[in-house]
């Protein structure tokens, strides 16, 4: 049986020759803008996906033979199935190619059907990605916070599960898009796992459905380096978004650009129909209530009243200082950086009177006033918010770790 399984391993090295020198993502960091439309597309629909930017125009007319089926199609851009795999693409009108597997299928990759999403991409950016002078690299949109993806490991095989790992499988040889997590609560968090080809794991046999699928295992983490013992020489990719919105009011000097990248990445504030941001439009409090809700990781459920109504139920437990909990005329007022300040203190569990709601963005560094003096003046409380203020103000509650309610 090992001899087999080693046959086995060799055939499909000669398959797949790239898996023996796979290497990372390449050193220097790329910063490539894509239009709202398409980044939405696969922050929407993807799970993994690799991509690059051609830079380089792209006729769809002859896209047509590329392709077994055809999703989408519009002026920007293509949504399509390559032959012989069951990953997804999209092509931009520009030059960007990204080759994905669903949502739903997450980190699963079926390779049986060819669908290392790698040389999909290549085969259809008429790019070689192993090129030197090729930028490419690997996401996750399904699982953002994700940093690592490391394939190819073949059962019998010890190896050690870092924390916080998710493990999935896939089959090499059936015909369907098989996918499924394995018995993770088999597995011993930062122990070594032991995968036996009789179909035990750790000792404890499989049942029959899971040890005849289980050929491969993908592993993702979302913090450090998984300590697994395998060949080095195997697929491991770093996961970095490199993806920016290309909106059209947005330029690459503004001083909130990385704010909004951050904000619309997360999905807390989405674009407009015709590729603009507008940093500079005010916000309603019921768009606060919403963002804040979002941020704060709330779900929402079916539409009642309110189109923001929702949000403000969430938020009522904490007694949040928010005008429009039971009126229409409070979630349409016009909301202000001292207002945003009250939020956010109470959010916090502090108080979040005037001075020290202004107090507290001064403490923590979430504000330094818009001339760095610090005072309650200097933050000009009464001044109306503005969409890019926004997007600044949370990316930095984020960055100083006030991810919860209190």
């Not at 968090?189 to 179909?199: D, K, L, R, W």
Request: with cysteine; hydrophobic share 35%.
């Amino acid at each position: 049986m090992k001899k087999m399984l080693i046959l086995f391993c060799l055939s499909l090295s000669l398959l797949f020759p790239s898996f023996a020198f796979a290497a990372e993502t390449p050193s220097s960091k790329p910063e490539w803008e894509v239009t709202p439309d398409v980044y939405n597309i696969l922050r929407e629909r993807a799970g993994i996906s690799v991509y690059t930017h051609t830079h380089k125009p792209v006729d769809f007319n002859n896209m047509k033979y590329g392709f077994s089926k055809i999703y989408e199609k519009t002026d920007n851009y293509i949504i399509a199935r390559p032959y012989n795999t069951k990953d997804y693409m999209i092509i931009s009108k520009d030059g960007f190619y990204a080759a994905y597997t669903s949502k739903e299928k997450g980190a699963a990759i079926d390779a049986e059907n060819g669908s290392m999403l790698w040389r999909t991409l290549r085969n259809h950016a008429f790019e070689d990605v192993w090129d030197k002078d090729n930028q490419y690299g690997y996401f996750h949109f399904g699982q953002p916070k994700a940093t690592d993806l490391v394939g190819d490991l073949w059962i019998n095989e010890d190896f050690l599960i870092p924390q916080g790992t998710t493990i999935y499988e896939f089959s090499m040889t059936d015909s369907e898009d098989w996918y499924k997590q394995l018995p993770v609560d088999m597995l011993k968090i930062g122990e070594t796992n032991v995968f036996s080809q009789n179909g035990f794991v750790n000792g404890i046999p499989l049942d029959d459905e899971t040890r005849w699928h289980m050929r491969s295992v993908f592993f993702l983490t979302s913090g450090g380096t998984p300590e697994l013992s395998y060949d080095p020489r195997r697929l491991h990719w770093k996961l970095e978004n490199w993806l920016y919105p290309a909106f059209r009011d947005v330029r690459k000097d503004h001083w909130a650009r990385g704010n909004i990248t951050w904000a619309f990445r997360t999905g807390l504030i989405q674009g407009f129909q015709n590729g603009r941001f507008q940093p500079l439009s005010l916000l309603k409090e019921s768009d606060l209530t919403v963002i804040a809700a979002k941020y704060f990781g709330f779900k929402p459920g079916a539409t009642y009243g309110h189109r923001a109504q929702q949000y403000y139920d969430f938020f009522k437990p904490y007694h949040l200082p928010l005008k429009g909990y039971s009126t229409d005329a409070g979630k349409n007022s016009t909301v202000t950086r001292g207002q945003l300040a009250q939020v956010i203190a109470a959010s916090q569990g502090a108080p979040y009177g005037p001075y020290s709601a202004v107090g507290f963005m001064y403490k923590h560094h979430l504000s330094e006033g818009k001339t760095g003096e610090k005072t309650f003046e200097d933050y000009h409380f009464n001044e109306p918010l503005t969409r890019a203020q926004i997007s600044a103000f949370f990316q930095r509650m984020e960055e100083k770790g006030m991810t919860t309610l209190k």
